[in-house]
Each structure stands twice: as structure tokens, then as C-alpha cells.
């Protein structure tokens, strides 16, 4: 059974000189899963899993605190300089230390979250994060996930993934997580529709694919489907490493 995984432009895999470990990119819109497929890829490929968007979460968290305006850039620039922000990769789930605090429970709760939303927009304030990112990351043996990891943060890095759904059911997945009672599904579609746009359209750094990605569209798979296709696709660069890019078009079928 082919699923909804396609390549865009050359493929998934970067030619050319190779880090001895690989840098696997995931990016995608918000609720697509990449949390998750990041974690798994990780485990399964012995790298270190760095969540590029809980770096803004945290910001976020502190200008929450601070009360410093999300819309006030040189502000949130400030006080990046005076913040320190440390994801901690571990098998039992990241953490995120601000400041040297565990914050990582706070930082997936929905005021960070749409806090976060806000910060992301800033062109100055992106660059400064996309500094921080490429140096965790310049070695190699790492999957990262976000928004610009492959077009921005690591144009060159040997696996690039574009992970996508339709708002519907993306909004469908993440109720079921949030759980029943405290909002509506109706609400969180909106909620990420809104995310999409601002993604989308924003100067610096907008969410699209690279041309060198895979598409992989999760929306009529399974989770079981998009870990097995997302491993077929790092494996191909990690077991076969003189095998090229994969053509235009291509598909996964996960086993």
C-alpha cells in the first residue's frame, strides 16, 4: 500500500560531503506530529532529538513573566540576551531548562504555546535562535524538528522530512490529546489555521518545504504508517549511503 509520502524536487537526501553522523531535518505546521516522529527517529537511529520550538517556549515562558510585550521585538531581544535556554535530549522525553528551571510541563501549555506563536514572527529574534540551533547541531547525530530546520537552519542537512496534514485532521488528533472539556475540536482547527497563516506569511523564515524534501502527508495514515515511512526514509541515507537522492515523486510503503 503506497502512503501520502511524495519527494520534492531532487529528494530527500543531501549529495555531496557527508558529517559522520547525519543531520535529519524535520519541519511541518503546527499538531502534524513532529514531536513525535522526531522522538521516535531518535530511538531508532541512536541520535540526539533537539525540539527546536520548545527554544521559543521557553522565550516565550520568560517574556510571560516579565511581562514583556510579545509584539515588542527589540524588547524580546534584550531579554534573549540575558536567557539562557538548554534542551536537554533524554530517552524517557525532553527537557527544557530555562535559566537553569525545569520548565518543560509549563512550556507545552496552551498560553506558552500561543505566546510562542507570537515570538516566532520576529526576523531578528529568529535569526538569533537559528544561531543557537545551528550550533547544537553542527556536529551532526541529531534530529531536529521545526518550522525552518531544512530551508533555514540546516539547508544542507543529510534528511530532510516536510511532515504535513489537512487542519482537520491535525485538529481532530490534537483534541483527542487535549482531551474533551476543556475546548472544542472546532476550536483548535481555528486555532491552527490561525497558526498556519502566521507561519506561512511570515517575512523571515516562513514554513515551506524544502526542495530537497520529502513530503510526507499523514492525513489518511496511521501513526504505526508514518514511522515506518519516516524510518524508511532515514535509513535509505543511513544504510545506503551511496544509493543518491531519491527521485521526484517517489513513495513510501511502510512495511
Given at each position: 500500500m503506497t502512503t501520502g509520502a511524495?519527494?520534492?524536487g531532487r529528494g530527500s537526501v543531501r549529495p555531496g560531503p557527508r558529517r559522520e553522523r547525519p543531520v535529519i531535518a524535520i519541519d511541518g505546521p503546527a499538531g502534524a506530529g513532529k514531536s513525535t516522529l522526531a522522538a521516535h527517529l531518535a530511538r531508532q537511529f541512536g541520535l540526539l532529538n533537539l525540539e527546536t520550538g520548545a527554544m521559543y517556549r521557553a522565550l516565550a515562558l520568560k517574556a510571560l513573566d516579565h511581562a514583556v510585550a510579545l509584539n515588542d521585538e527589540l524588547a524580546l531581544l534584550e531579554l534573549a540576551a540575558r536567557t539562557q535556554i538548554v534542551p536537554e535530549p533524554r530517552p524517557e522525553g525532553n527537557r527544557v531548562l530555562l535559566d537553569g528551571v525545569d520548565v518543560?510541563?509549563?512550556?507545552?501549555?496552551?498560553?506558552?504555546?500561543?505566546a510562542a506563536s507570537q515570538v516566532s514572527v520576529h526576523p531578528r529574534l529568529r535569526q538569533w535562535m537559528v544561531a543557537q540551533q545551528q550550533r547544537m547541531g553542527a556536529r551532526g547525530g541529531v534530529v531536529m524538528e521545526g518550522r525552518d530546520i531544512g530551508t533555514v537552519v540546516f539547508p544542507d542537512a543529510e534528511v530532510k522530512i516536510f511532515l504535513d496534514?489537512?487542519?482537520?485532521?491535525r485538529g481532530s488528533r490534537r483534541y483527542l490529546q487535549v482531551g474533551p472539556g476543556r475546548t472544542t475540536q472546532?476550536?483548535?482547527?481555528h486555532e491552527l489555521k490561525e497558526r498556519d497563516a502566521r507561519d506561512r506569511n511570515r517575512?523571515?523564515?516562513?514554513?515551506?518545504p524544502a526542495e530537497d524534501a520529502v513530503i510526507l502527508d499523514s492525513t489518511a495514515m496511521t501513526l504505526e504508517q508514518v514511522l515506518a515511512a519516516a524510518e524508511e526514509i532515514v535509513r535509505r541515507y543511513v544504510?545506503?549511503?551511496?544509493?543518491?537522492?531519491?527521485?521526484?515523486g517517489s513513495q513510501v510503503d511502510p512495511k
Open positions: 511524495s519527494g520534492a518543560s510541563r509549563r512550556v507545552r501549555e496552551a498560553d506558552v504555546t500561543a496534514a489537512d487542519p482537520e485532521v472546532e476550536a483548535i482547527v517575512t523571515e523564515s516562513p514554513l515551506r544504510e545506503e549511503p551511496g544509493s543518491g537522492p531519491a527521485p521526484a
